[in-house]
């Protein structure tokens, strides 16, 4: 299981699946020392986190059959945040994905934070340029109406295109205004407000 990044709605089913099935957990070594310290957010519904199992870091790669992740550290959100990024095939088609570590600023008014955020966006735009990532997921699903996609996907006409695939512009630009919103949150703080 890879853990995108410390919050409990992202490792809360991790302990039991480890129990259960013997799953390996992974995640980023700046997140487990947080889940071994002081959690960013204890909130009561959500259950401890996982024991420290496997870290990743920037650049390594995880296989899981025929699939292969590249895992980038995209500091922000949390200080480990890991974006996978791999390949997905449509029939004959393939294609590249990315899925966001983590989306929201809810840290508050910590500027180099925000301009980690600022600084990971970037760099994945220039990756997805580079690579021809052509599908971006979030680790949420109202982020990315991935609830609209499915249902397009069931009634999907044979030839019809993926409703997953947006092509490698919108993948950058979506990236874009994250970083973008990331800047303006940023100078509100800077000025006061």
Same mark, same amino acid.
């Given at each position: 299981v890879l853990?995108t990044h410390?919050?409990?709605d992202?490792?809360?089913g991790?302990p039991?699946?480890k129990?259960a099935y013997?799953?390996? *957990?992974?995640?980023?070594e700046?997140?487990w020392?947080?889940?071994e310290s002081q %959690?960013? +957010?204890?909130i /009561?519904?959500w259950l401890p986190?996982?024991k420290?199992d496997?870290?990743?870091?920037d650049?390594?790669t995880?296989?899981?059959?025929?699939?292969?992740?590249?895992?980038?550290?995209? /500091?922000?959100?949390t %200080?480990?945040t %890991? #974006? /996978?990024?791999?390949e997905l095939r449509?029939?004959?088609h393939?294609h590249?994905a990315?899925?966001?570590g983590g989306?929201? +600023?809810? +840290?508050?008014?910590d500027? /180099?934070?925000?301009d980690?955020? *600022?600084?990971s966006?970037?760099?994945?735009?220039q990756?997805?340029?580079?690579?021809?990532?052509d599908?971006m997921?979030s680790?949420?699903?109202?982020y990315d109406?991935?609830?609209?996609k499915? $249902?397009?996907l069931?009634?999907?006409?044979?030839?019809?295109p993926?409703? +997953?695939? *947006?092509? #490698?512009?919108?993948?950058?630009r979506?990236l874009?205004?994250?970083?973008?919103?990331?800047?303006?949150q940023?100078?509100?703080f800077? $000025?006061?407000?």
């Open positions: 853990v410390a919050h409990g992202h490792y809360g991790a039991y699946l129990s013997g799953t390996r *957990i992974v995640m980023s700046s997140d020392k947080m889940t %959690l960013e +957010f204890a /009561p519904l986190p996982p420290r496997v870290a990743l870091k650049g390594d995880v296989r899981q059959g025929d699939t292969t992740l590249t895992v980038y550290e995209t /500091p922000g959100h %200080l480990g %890991l #974006t /996978p990024v791999f449509d029939g004959e393939r590249r990315m899925v966001w989306t929201a +600023f809810n +840290f508050g008014r500027m /180099p934070r925000l980690a955020y *600022i600084a966006t970037q760099r994945m735009a990756l997805a340029e580079a690579q021809k990532i599908v997921l680790n949420h699903p109202g109406a991935t609830v609209a499915l $249902a397009a069931k009634d999907r006409a044979a030839g019809a993926h409703p +997953f695939v *947006i092509g #490698t512009a919108a993948v950058v979506s874009q205004v994250m970083g973008e919103c990331a800047q303006a940023r100078d509100r800077l $000025a006061g407000l």
